[in-house]
Nanobody, 116 residues
């Protein structure tokens, strides 16, 4: 298992930026993909962005060009840089670690609120 701790959420205005961080500890060598997900009130959790152990990234269409996922292996940290934030980006953002046996470890989540 991997323990994940997110930080960096907050209340911002539309057009502002935030950077989320996710620090991992535990069996990190078993992780093949790190991801950021979000869940808005009354909606299902959705994938936002992923980064593989090799650095390949993938984004949901709604955040392409605005969000950037990155990882610092030396710090066991994954980041989500969010620019040009919109009210519809308001959600609880979760960090996730994916393993080759399809197990997933989740962080506790961090709230992002974007006011118009």
């Amino acid at each position: 298992q991997v323990q994940l701790v997110e930080s960096g959420g907050g209340l911002v205005q539309a057009g502002d930026s935030l950077r989320l961080s996710c620090v991992a500890s535990g069996s990190i060598f078993r992780v093949i993909v790190m991801g950021w997900y979000r869940q808005a009130p009354g909606k299902q959790r959705e994938l936002v962005a992923t980064v593989t152990s090799g650095g390949r990234t993938n984004y949901v269409v709604s955040v392409k060009g605005r969000f950037t996922i990155s990882r610092d292996n030396a710090k066991n940290t994954v980041y989500l840089q969010m620019n040009s934030l919109k009210p519809e980006d308001t959600a609880v953002y979760y960090c996730a670690a994916h393993f080759s046996n399809l197990e997933v470890s989740w962080g506790q989540g961090t709230q992002v609120t974007v006011s118009s």
